[in-house]
Structures are given as C-alpha cells and as structure tokens.
C-alpha cells in the first residue's frame, strides 16, 4: 500500500483567488488521480494526472479551472482557480495501487470558499 | 450513462447482527467492482475487490458477492461491532482504465 499526504488539510479562501493543494506519496507512482467530494455526496473523478503527460479531465472538468502539475513519481498539484462557492468541497488525491485495481487516498484537503 | 445506486443512506443494526448493503448498476459490464470504507474526515479505504469471475471473497468479517446477470453487489459485515460505524462506498472501473465510478454510499451505524 501507499501512504499519502495532502496539504493543506483544510483552508478558508475568498471568492476569486485561487488554492494549490499538493500530493505527496511514499513511493513511485505511475497513475494518480484527483477527486471531488462535495458536502454529503460521493467522490467525482476530476482528472488522471501521469507523469510526463497531461492531465485528462473528466466531463464537466476543465484545465483553466483545475490545473494539475505532476512533475515526478511522488507527486501533484491541483490548483483551485477563480474559486466560488460552488466549489467548497473535499479534494482528494488517490493513487493506483499498483496489483489488483485497488486505490490508495490521501486524508483530503476540505476547502470553504466565502 | 453508467450508474451506480446504494440501497439505502443509512443502515442502523445492533451489535453482532449483519449488516447487508447492495450496490446496483447498470448500462455496462464491469470487469471488477471494489468497496471502500470512508470515516468522517478520512479519505476512503480500500476493503475488498471482486472479479466478474468470482462469485464471493471474503476477508475477515467482510464478505462480498457479485451477480453480473442481477448487476448487483452485496457487501455483508458479520458479527458486527460499533468499531465498523461508517460509510461503505461502492465502485466500478467501467472502462478498466483505472477511473473509478462511486456509488453514493451508505453510513452504518452498529449500536452497542
């Protein structure tokens, strides 16, 4: 298994400003992924992030909005752009484990837009 | 589009019952579906996967089966205790690209 770290775990931001989180993982990784968990609802892909290649996005998810870096093995950025209150949510990184389909998460990054 | 629906939001049982959650889908025919545990605050915990070959894996008090004709997965707790008190997700890899599709989750809560 992956052991995952995520900064920050939580932040109060002003509408319009923008919020990176990072993903921190204990190993190399090939495949990780970032998520949405809006107040009372399930997790939401938002992009697969793999090293040295873009990010894919997933419907309804877009670059300009949710720029992702992913600059080696151990590690990722999600950016938060242009933020409202729409987007005050749980953002979660995961990582593929690796065997039989399974996914490691991180603890999430709880995010309030005001 | 693919869904994906949890039988109920919440599930109250007394200590050392079984607690019994489906996981219903339909328009695809995924080749493994898999079960996370979530507590409040945490990201979810992988549990337990099962091929569409497989009828039933278990592992500890956890068993899980998959009907692909019924499209249907039941995840069961037997003899459980107030320590298995959280919300169990299900989800698919529809494409078998390693994207996962959630359910919405139930919350168990186990009642001493």
């Known amino acids: 298994s992956a052991v995952i770290s995520q900064k920050p775990s939580r932040d109060i931001c002003q509408r319009g400003t923008s919020l990176t989180i990072q993903c921190q993982v204990d190993s190399q990784v090939t495949m990780m992924f970032w998520y949405r968990q809006q107040p009372g609802q399930s997790l939401t892909l938002i992009a697969t992030?793999?090293?040295?290649?873009?990010?894919?996005?997933e419907s309804g998810f877009v670059i300009d909005k949710f720029p992702i870096s992913r600059p080696n093995l151990t590690f990722s950025t999600l950016t938060v752009s242009n933020m409202s209150p729409e987007d005050s949510s749980i953002y979660l990184c995961?990582?593929?484990?690796?065997?039989?389909?399974?996914?490691?998460f991180g603890p999430g990054t709880r995010l309030t837009v005001t | 589009s693919q869904k994906i629906e949890q039988n109920s939001e919440a599930l109250n049982i007394q200590e050392g019952k079984t607690a019994t959650l489906t996981c219903n889908y339909t328009?695809?025919?995924?080749?493994?579906l898999q079960w996370y545990r979530q507590d409040p605050g945490r990201g979810p915990v992988f549990l337990l996967l099962?091929?569409?070959?497989?009828k039933e894996k278990r592992k500890e008090r956890l068993k899980v089966t998959f009907d692909t004709t019924l499209k249907q997965s039941l995840f069961h707790i037997t003899a459980s205790q107030p320590a298995d008190s959280a919300t169990y997700l299900c989800a698919l890899d529809i494409l078998n690209d390693y994207k996962l599709s959630f359910g919405a989750g139930t919350t168990v809560t186990v009642r001493a």
């Open positions: 992030a793999n090293q040295g290649s873009e990010a894919t996005y």
């Open positions: 995961s990582v593929a484990g690796g065997g039989i389909g399974e996914q490691y």
């Open positions: 328009n695809y025919s995924p080749a493994y």
């Open positions: 099962i091929r569409e070959n497989e």
